[in-house]
C-alpha cells in the first residue's frame, strides 16, 4: 500500500524558513517523479513544485521560484521542500504527491497523496 | 501560462446527472491530458478521471471525461448523482512550457 507522511508543518514568522518533508512507502521511491502541491485555507489547490526521480530535474510555480527548494533522498525514500523567505500567502497545507509515470519521465498526474502538513506564516 | 476555469459551483438532485466544465485560456486543451479530482471536507485529493477520460480503478463508471477541442475545455460528468458524490472537483493538467502544474479553481458539487 502506498503512502505518504508529511511532516514539519509549523506556526512560522513572515521571512522565516521551514523544511518540510514526506516520508514515502509502499512503493520503489526512486522509480518515481514527485511533487509538492499546496492549499491555503478555504481555497484551491495550486501546483508548487516537481522533482524528477533523480532529482536530476527541478520545476516549481512562479510563485515560489527563488525561495523554495525541493529534493529527495533516495536512499531514504524522503521528499523534502525547503522554504525560505516565508510570505503570509504561503499559509497553507502542503501534500507531497506521487507522479503516476514510472522512470524517466512525469505526467503531472498525481496518483497518491499525504495527508499533508499545515504550515501557518504569522507574526 | 494558461489558465483553466472551472465553474465555482454547480448543484443537482440525487439520481441526475451533472457536467462540470474546465476551460483552457490559451493553447489547446488537447495538448496535454487533463486529470479530475474530488476531495471531500478534511480529505486529500483523490482521482476520478486521468489521461482526460480514464477512470482508476475502484471509480464507477458513473464519472466520464472528455475533452472538446471546439470549445476548448474538459468536462467531467457524473450520472446517477449520490449524496456521496458532494464535494470540491479540480481539473488539473500541465503547461509544457515552463514544467508547471495548473490546477483549475474547483467546483463545489452540491447534492440535494
Known amino acids: 500500500e502506498v503512502q505518504l507522511v508529511e511532516s514539519g508543518g509549523v506556526v512560522v514568522q513572515p521571512g522565516g524558513s521551514l523544511r518540510l518533508s514526506c516520508a514515502a512507502s509502499?512503493?520503489?521511491?526512486?522509480?518515481?517523479?514527485m511533487h509538492w502541491v499546496r492549499q491555503a485555507p478555504g481555497k484551491g489547490l495550486e501546483w508548487v513544485s516537481l522533482?524528477?526521480?533523480?532529482?536530476?530535474?527541478?520545476y516549481y510555480a512562479d510563485s515560489v521560484k527563488g525561495r523554495f527548494t525541493i529534493s529527495r533522498d533516495n536512499s531514504k525514500n524522503s521528499l523534502y521542500l525547503q522554504m525560505n523567505s516565508l510570505r503570509t500567502e504561503d499559509t497553507a497545507l502542503y501534500y507531497c504527491?506521487?507522479?503516476?509515470?514510472?522512470?524517466?519521465?512525469?505526467?503531472?498526474?498525481?496518483?497518491?497523496w499525504g495527508q499533508g502538513t499545515l504550515v501557518t506564516v504569522s507574526s | 501560462n494558461f489558465m483553466l476555469t472551472q465553474p465555482h459551483s454547480v448543484s443537482e438532485s440525487p439520481g441526475k446527472t451533472v457536467t462540470i466544465s474546465c476551460t483552457r485560456s490559451?493553447?489547446?486543451?488537447?495538448?496535454?491530458?487533463v486529470q479530475w479530482y474530488q476531495q471531500r471536507p478534511g480529505s486529500s485529493p483523490t482521482t476520478v478521471i486521468y489521461?482526460?477520460?480514464?477512470?482508476p480503478s475502484g471509480v464507477p463508471d458513473r464519472f466520464s471525461g472528455s475533452i472538446d477541442s471546439s470549445s476548448n475545455s474538459a468536462s467531467l460528468t457524473i450520472s446517477g448523482l449520490k449524496t456521496e458524490d458532494e464535494a470540491d472537483y479540480y481539473c488539473?493538467?500541465?503547461?509544457?512550457?515552463?514544467?508547471?502544474?495548473?490546477f483549475g479553481g474547483g467546483t463545489k458539487l452540491t447534492v440535494l
Open positions: 504527491a506521487k507522479d503516476a509515470t514510472r522512470t524517466q519521465g512525469w505526467s503531472y498526474y498525481f496518483d497518491y
Open positions: 509502499g512503493f520503489t521511491f526512486d522509480d518515481y517523479t
Open positions: 522533482i524528477s526521480w533523480d532529482g536530476g530535474s527541478t
Open positions: 490559451s493553447g489547446s486543451i488537447a495538448s496535454n491530458y
Open positions: 489521461e482526460d477520460n480514464q477512470r
Open positions: 488539473q493538467s500541465y503547461d509544457s512550457s515552463n514544467h508547471q502544474g495548473v
